[in-house]
């Protein structure tokens, strides 16, 4: 291991590697955003067919990773908090195996299945050149499977050593291209050489593989002028490759059990929304929009916030592998503690802010194409966006804390719930049935995750709820011009999406101003991020001085 990585994973903290990972996760969100206006433009309608080839192929690749990266980052930081390097590049090379096994398997599984697919995900009642559209993105981002996995074996590595900015740069890397080629190649199939607009759904669809590729060969390029050298300090190893192999599966299994059943879930839903609704009533036609708005458009814009998840997420699993290698209890506690109350302090005023300005936000993406349909959903995912951001930190902290039956236990309670519930409330209130049964399903994940994390490590949820509860308070703002502006009915959407983003945005910057100026009389961010809060320091923050310090 390079010195530089050795000494950056003594220095960096839990919160710090949060937050690096997030701001990755965040411009390559923002970068997938800013495509979205001219892609919709390219490929009209045809977006519906780019959602179902990502809602299938995410679903096929989780299953395919299986957790992988997160047993990877968790054995080399065991590893490597024990010196034993040896140990480290035996997982490399073990687990680079077994990620391009499951890749291969994953691509042939998926274009063998890719008609079935099709044939389940379009409802009844339309057209036959709908099955054929859908499986033909199925298979073309089956290709895409083999390469992703050998993209996040390497961000496994890295996240192992606390080495989050290489891991959030080659994030916005992997995004760069993917927008670069995904809007190129559109573009020439559209308007160069007059192809019909489904060709932009399909260069769209291609891009994550040629993305992944060219990252791949960043990583390959970096390691090679940054070679890892095992120290001469190191400690010997006693590690074997079946050793090895059975620690990498008994991380790994758990989040396989897990994600099947989860994804299950999430593929279910797809699979049965037509189903459940058509029950309801719901015309063929209509029921392809809200896939559309749900799959895609507003799970684009949800993803913002989702970045604050994956951030901690990224950055929990080795440091708190690290302090039960340690037996360090108390650390373990303070970490579970800082982590839920710092993810509530940035979660909750951004998916409130969004939720007020749905309206305003989805206009700016999509213009007045389904609008109010549009902005009436996207409101109802950001409430789902922010109890799943919750479960995923939760279920990040049971995975590293070694509750995984308990992890795998709450996952299949949520599928039997969803599996057998989910078309009596899709039958009963249309499509706001979606809403109320993934509301149901993530609070009782998140009551039972935080029953079993208190009962075996003792943190006190009471603390961290008091402490939430300050940053709540600092919402009131947000909550009195929301308020108002409802009773004003002020529609800013009748201008053009330009001076509609510029009113967002200067909202946005009122808003979280005094969201930051409330909170810090109750000491929130200096108490998370110990900071000193004054003239002095926002002063330096904003000219840059206190990163150089």
Same mark, same amino acid.
Request: aromatic content about 14%; some cysteine; overall charge positive.
């Given at each position: 291991?390079?010195?530089?990585?050795?000494?950056?994973?003594?220095?960096?903290?839990?919160?710090?590697?949060?937050?690096?990972?997030?701001?990755?996760?965040?411009?390559?969100?923002?970068?997938?955003?800013?495509?979205?206006?001219?892609?919709?433009?390219?490929?009209?309608?045809?977006?519906?067919?780019?959602?179902?080839?990502?809602?299938?192929?995410?679903?096929?690749?989780?299953?395919?990773?299986?957790?992988?990266?997160?047993?990877?980052?968790?054995?080399?930081?065991?590893?490597?908090?024990?010196?034993?390097?040896?140990?480290?590049?035996?997982?490399?090379?073990?687990? $680079?195996?077994?990620?391009?096994?499951f890749g291969f398997i994953a691509c042939s599984?998926?274009?063998?299945?890719?008609?079935?697919?099709?044939?389940?995900?379009?409802?009844?009642?339309?057209?036959?050149?709908?099955?054929?559209?859908?499986?033909?993105?199925?298979?073309?981002?089956?290709?895409?499977?083999?390469?992703?996995?050998?993209?996040?074996?390497?961000?496994?590595?890295?996240?192992?050593?606390?080495?989050?900015?290489?891991?959030?740069?080659?994030?916005?890397?992997?995004?760069?291209? $993917?927008?670069?080629?995904?809007?190129?190649?559109?573009?020439?199939?559209?308007?160069?050489?007059?192809?019909?607009?489904?060709?932009?759904?399909?260069?769209?669809?291609?891009?994550?593989?040629?993305?992944?590729?060219?990252?791949?060969?960043?990583?390959?390029?970096?390691?090679?002028?940054?070679?890892?050298?095992?120290?001469?300090?190191?400690?010997?190893?006693?590690?074997?490759?079946?050793?090895?192999?059975?620690?990498?599966?008994?991380?790994?299994?758990?989040?396989?059990?897990?994600?099947?059943?989860?994804?299950?879930?999430?593929?279910?839903?797809?699979?049965?929304?037509?189903?459940?609704?058509?029950?309801?009533?719901?015309?063929?036609?209509?029921?392809?929009?809200?896939?559309?708005?749900?799959?895609?458009?507003?799970?684009?814009?949800?993803?913002?916030?989702?970045?604050?998840?994956?951030?901690?997420?990224?950055?929990?699993?080795?440091?708190?592998?690290?302090?039960?290698?340690?037996?360090?209890?108390?650390?373990?506690?303070?970490?579970?503690?800082?982590?839920?109350?710092?993810?509530?302090?940035?979660?909750?005023?951004?998916?409130?802010?969004?939720?007020?300005?749905?309206?305003?936000?989805?206009?700016?993406?999509?213009?007045?194409?389904?609008?109010?349909?549009?902005?009436?959903?996207?409101?109802?995912?950001?409430?789902?966006?922010?109890?799943?951001?919750?479960?995923?930190?939760?279920?990040?902290?049971?995975?590293?804390?070694?509750?995984?039956?308990?992890?795998?236990?709450?996952?299949?309670?949520?599928?039997?719930?969803?599996?057998?519930?989910?078309?009596?409330?899709?039958?009963?209130?249309?499509?706001?049935?979606?809403?109320?049964?993934?509301?149901?399903?993530?609070?009782?994940?998140?009551?039972?995750?935080?029953?079993?994390?208190?009962?075996?490590?003792?943190?006190?949820?009471?603390?961290?709820?008091?402490?939430?509860?300050?940053?709540?308070?600092?919402?009131?703002?947000?909550?009195?011009?929301?308020?108002?502006?409802?009773?004003?009915?002020?529609?800013?959407?009748?201008?053009? $999406?330009?001076?509609?983003?510029?009113?967002?945005?200067?909202?946005?910057?009122?808003?979280?101003?005094?969201?930051?100026?409330?909170?810090?009389?109750?000491?929130?961010?200096?108490?998370?991020?110990?900071?000193?809060?004054?003239r002095d320091s926002i002063s330096d923050l904003?000219?840059?001085?206190?990163?150089?310090?």
């Open positions: 291991m390079s010195e530089v990585v050795k000494d950056n994973r003594k220095k960096q903290s839990i919160i710090a590697g949060a937050l690096t990972g997030s701001a990755g996760v965040f411009i390559t969100k923002a970068i997938g955003l800013l495509y979205v206006i001219p892609f919709k433009k390219l490929a009209g309608n045809n977006t519906v067919f780019y959602s179902y080839a990502y809602t299938i192929y995410d679903y096929v690749l989780q299953i395919c990773l299986s957790g992988m990266p997160f047993a990877i980052a968790a054995l080399i930081s065991k590893y490597a908090a024990k010196n034993d390097y040896k140990a480290v590049e035996l997982v490399r090379k073990i687990s $680079r195996r077994v990620m391009l096994l599984a998926l274009i063998l299945f890719s008609k079935s697919f099709a044939m389940l995900v379009i409802p009844d009642g339309v057209s036959e050149d709908y099955i054929t559209k859908t499986r033909t993105v199925l298979v073309i981002v089956s290709f895409a499977m083999i390469a992703v996995p050998l993209l996040s074996y390497f961000r496994g590595v890295y996240q192992g050593f606390k080495e989050l900015k290489i891991y959030a740069f080659t994030q916005v890397l992997e995004q760069l291209i $993917r927008v670069a080629f995904l809007l190129g190649a559109s573009a020439i199939c559209v308007y160069l050489l007059n192809m019909e607009r489904i060709w932009a759904a399909y260069m769209g669809v291609a891009s994550t593989s040629i993305s992944a590729i060219a990252t791949i060969i960043y990583f390959l390029i970096y390691e090679r002028k940054h070679k890892i050298a095992i120290p001469q300090q190191s400690a010997e190893s006693t590690a074997t490759h079946k050793g090895v192999f059975k620690e990498l599966m008994e991380y790994a299994v758990p989040y396989l059990i897990s994600t099947v059943v989860t994804n299950s879930s999430g593929l279910f839903i797809l699979l049965m929304l037509s189903t459940g609704l058509q029950k309801y009533g719901t015309d063929p036609y209509m029921i392809t929009t809200y896939q559309g708005i749900i799959n895609y458009e507003a799970h684009k814009i949800c993803s913002i916030p989702q970045v604050i998840a994956t951030g901690f997420s990224l950055a929990l699993i080795p440091h708190i592998t690290e302090a039960i290698t340690k037996n360090n209890q108390e650390k373990i506690r303070e970490m579970i503690q800082k982590v839920l109350e710092t993810v509530n302090y940035l979660a909750v005023p951004l998916v409130f802010f969004m939720v007020f300005f749905a309206r305003e936000i989805y206009f700016v993406m999509y213009g007045n194409s389904s609008l109010d349909v549009g902005a009436y959903l996207l409101a109802r995912s950001l409430i789902i966006q922010l109890l799943w951001i919750v479960v995923m930190v939760l279920s990040s902290i049971l995975v590293a804390l070694k509750l995984r039956k308990i992890y795998i236990a709450l996952s299949c309670v949520q599928l039997v719930f969803v599996t057998t519930t989910l078309i009596f409330w899709l039958g009963h209130f249309g499509v706001n049935g979606y809403y109320i049964c993934k509301t149901i399903e993530y609070v009782v994940f998140i009551g039972g995750a935080c029953f079993f994390i208190e009962k075996h490590f003792n943190p006190s949820f009471k603390k961290i709820f008091d402490n939430c509860t300050l940053a709540w308070l600092a919402l009131l703002p947000m909550l009195i011009l929301a308020a108002i502006l409802t009773q004003l009915k002020f529609d800013i959407t009748v201008q053009s $999406r330009l001076i509609t983003l510029m009113y967002t945005g200067v909202m946005g910057v009122l808003i979280f101003g005094l969201y930051f100026i409330v909170s810090a009389k109750f000491n929130v961010p200096q108490h998370l991020f110990n900071i000193e809060v004054s904003l000219s840059g001085r206190i990163f150089r310090k």
